[in-house]
């Protein structure tokens, strides 16, 4: 439901549309009362604002540890084995 009230928006296409279509901000009205504010940078500090958002959406390189754990349990296994057949045990 509008109630009349006017706000000023920007839409900010998304350079990765696996994610999100595009973005929308609802600019303060105190800031558009700023002397000096552009609609260039208006438009640049709400792509530098979506562009952290999908920065922090992107995937995080996993931890080796994980890998180091199974590598040495499979060796591990190896030799305990090896060790088996040559000693006969």
């Known amino acids: 439901m509008v109630k009349g009230t006017a706000k000023r928006v920007i839409v900010v296409k ?4 696996k994610v999100f279509e ?3 901000f609802i600019v303060r009205e105190d800031y558009m009362r700023t002397s000096g504010i552009t ?3 208006l438009m640049e500090e709400a792509r530098a604002a979506a562009g952290g958002y999908l920065g922090s959406l992107r995937r995080r390189p ?3 540890i994980g890998l180091l754990m199974a590598i040495s349990t499979l060796s591990g296994s190896a030799i305990a084995y ?3 057949k040559i000693f006969g045990i």
């Open 39 to 41: 609609q260039s940078k």
């Open 22 to 24: 595009e973005a929308i």
């Open 82 to 84: 090896a060790a088996l």
């Open 62 to 64: 996993r931890s080796k």
């Open 14 to 17: 998304s350079p990765d549309k």
